[in-house]
Nanobody
Framework: QVQLVESGGGLVQTGGSLRLSCEAS????????RGWFRQAPGKEREFVAAIRRGGGSTVYADFVKGRFAISRNNAKNTVYLQMNSLKPEDTAVYYC???????????????WGQGTQVTVSS
């Protein structure tokens, strides 16, 4: 079993930045593909960003390109999401996920964290 714990959420003003972290523990491979998703009130969970095995390849949703950056430290079993130029519409609960083998832009991940709230005030 793999456990994922997110941290780094909070309240920030429009244009501000936050850095989310997601640490994995348990029976895990530090090289699993990892993703970030978010869910705003009344909306479905949506893909934000993902990073493939080894950290050499990343994928982003169009609405975060140029503003967010995903990275990983395999030695620490941790994935990060640096969020810059935040907008009120970025307000959501952000979830990290891991999978052994999956389509990284889909919801088809094996393991999910509990989520961390990000609130962007206008």
């Amino acid at each position: 079993q793999v456990q994922l714990v997110e941290s780094g959420g909070g309240l920030v003003q429009t244009g501000g930045s936050l850095r989310l972290s997601c640490e994995a523990s348990g029976r895990t491979s530090s090289n699993y593909p990892r993703g970030w998703f978010r869910q705003a009130p009344g909306k479905e969970r949506e893909f934000v960003a993902a990073i493939r095995r080894g950290g050499g390849s990343t994928v982003y949703a169009d609405f975060v390109k140029g503003r967010f950056a995903i990275s990983r430290n395999n030695a620490k079993n941790t994935v990060y999401l640096q969020m810059n130029s935040l907008k009120p519409e970025d307000t959501a609960v952000y979830y990290c996920a891991a999978c052994r083998l999956c389509l990284i832009t889909s919801n088809n991940y094996d393991y999910w964290g509990q989520g961390t709230q990000v609130t962007v005030s206008s």
